[in-house]
């Protein structure tokens, strides 16, 4: 079954205690992305990879880091998180204009 | 202003009614236009996607563009409970491949 999954579902941690949220692809694709959904506000891309090795920022990128050392995997990290990240992460694979999200981080950070 | 407005709703509707779904946009550029469905607590998943003016059908749902209006609907034919989610358009130029999001409209189907 084509999926994208992501770990942890659900993370409550404190001002700076450096995070990283999982995210795996079994189609092959080369492009992956990580958005956050906040209301009001919609999906917004924080970063994205267009193959191993490659990322670029996406809109939001501020306070992430992300890596792509192989192909299916594409982990978030936050460093210091702080309460203003607190939001619902998604994580994305695409391949041309089909885009495929896991099932969401919900992160709370206080 | 968002170079992509989406009435939030919630949008309300009994069942069996026909459901209108929009976006307008304000960048021109953008040529190639998605909708998603998006239920509670899961990932949006693709329920459609289209790259030129006019409509496309697929089963209940049809999806039209005008790029002239800069405006894009979702119409859902026969609507049913399981229908009850937020829906995402989404966007992108043909320079970028990062999709613009609307914020989602949220449609509640009455049995």
């Known amino acids: 079954e084509a999926q994208v999954t992501q770990n942890p579902r659900y993370l409550i941690t404190v001002t700076g205690k450096k995070l990283t949220v999982t995210c795996s692809q079994n189609m092959n694709h080369e492009y992956m992305s990580w958005y956050r959904q906040d209301p009001g506000l919609g999906l917004r891309q924080i970063y994205y990879s267009m193959n191993v090795e490659v990322t670029d920022k996406g809109d939001v990128p501020e306070g992430y880091k992300v890596s792509r050392k192989e192909k299916r995997n594409f982990p978030l990290i936050l460093e210091s998180p702080s309460p203003n990240q607190t939001s619902l992460y998604f994580c994305?694979?695409?391949?041309?204009?089909?885009?495929?999200f896991g099932p969401g981080t919900r992160l709370t950070v206080t | 202003q968002k170079e992509v407005e989406q009435d939030p709703g919630p949008l309300s509707v009994p069942e069996g009614a026909i459901v209108s779904l929009n976006c307008t946009y304000s960048n021109s550029a953008f040529q190639y236009f998605m909708w998603y469905r998006q239920y509670s607590r899961k990932g949006p998943e693709l329920l459609m996607y289209t790259y030129s003016s006019g409509n496309k059908e697929d089963g209940r749902f049809t999806a039209q563009v005008d790029k002239s209006s800069k405006y894009i609907s979702l119409f859902i034919r026969d609507s049913q409970p399981s229908d009850s989610a937020t829906y995402l358009c989404?966007?992108?130029?043909?320079?970028?491949?990062?999709?613009?999001f609307g914020s989602g409209t949220r449609l509640q189907v009455q049995p």
């Open positions: 989404a966007m992108r130029d043909t320079g970028r491949r990062a999709l613009t």
């Open positions: 994305a694979s695409r391949e041309r204009d089909e885009q495929y």
